[in-house]
């Protein structure tokens, strides 16, 4: 896989290989940050959170990474499939228990060649 | 699926026209959310209610009202509807009983104005 900077809108893949998709979030009260993929047409699906009190997180394939010192927050995939292909939103929310009032970055383009 | 119902999927109207778009959140689920994706502005908080009142505003424009009914449905109206309107507009659900929760994401409104 490849390491993206900071908001770039693409990335290509192969399959099988690690991605790793970067954001950096805008404030530091943030305290829930999530990753979502939104497939072209449907809306945006929930793929991992992370809080505040947490520098990494896993899950099946994915495992976000949040480092509060920079305010950046990343997702790796794993074995990057071609269904990975979406975009992917990352969000913060600094509203404590309204979960949904969340402040999305501009997004990630994620390609995956067979 | 979600559990997050939209209508309608589409809706084409000329400007200036009122339209009235409609969610039905997840069962349980107590908080609707109400998000515009344009081109050009990402994922735009609009507004959220939680058990029928008004919780948290963002970024929503004056001729832009919601509502959310005793069913916890929510309906979200546009009117004196202009051609930079034209976007997809998401409901999203989530219990916000406490603790930290992610908001489920409906299907979109995809509104067009000619």
């Known amino acids: 896989g490849e390491s993206v900077g900071l908001h770039l809108p693409t990335l290509s893949v192969q399959e099988g290989d690690n991605s790793i998709i970067n954001c950096a979030y805008s404030n530091s009260a943030s305290d829930y940050f999530i990753w979502y993929k939104q497939e072209s047409g449907k809306g945006p699906q929930f793929i991992i959170d992370i809080r505040s009190n947490m520098d990494k997180r896993q899950g099946q394939r994915v495992t976000v990474l949040l480092n509060k010192t920079v305010k950046h927050l990343s997702l790796q995939i794993a074995a990057t499939q071609p269904g990975d292909s979406a975009v992917y939103f990352c969000?913060?929310?600094?509203?404590?228990?309204?979960?949904?009032?969340?402040?999305f970055g501009k997004g990630t383009k994620l390609s995956v060649k067979p | 699926d979600s559990g997050v119902t939209q209508t309608p999927k589409h809706l084409i109207t000329a400007t200036g026209q009122r339209v009235t778009l409609r969610c039905s959140p997840r069962s349980g689920d107590l908080s609707v959310y109400w998000y515009q994706q344009s081109l050009d502005q990402g994922l735009q908080f609009l507004i959220q209610y939680y058990n029928g009142e008004e919780r948290a505003k963002g970024n929503i424009l004056e001729r832009f009202s919601a509502q959310q009914f005793p069913d916890l449905h929510s309906e979200l109206n546009l009117s004196s509807l202009e051609l930079g309107d034209s976007a997809l507009y998401f409901c999203?659900?989530?219990?916000?009983?406490?603790?930290?929760?992610?908001?489920?994401f409906g299907q979109g409104t995809r509104l067009t104005v000619v």
């Open positions: 969000a913060e929310n600094k509203d404590g228990g309204s979960q949904g009032n969340l402040i």
């Open positions: 999203a659900s989530s219990p916000d009983r406490g603790g930290f929760t992610e908001a489920f």
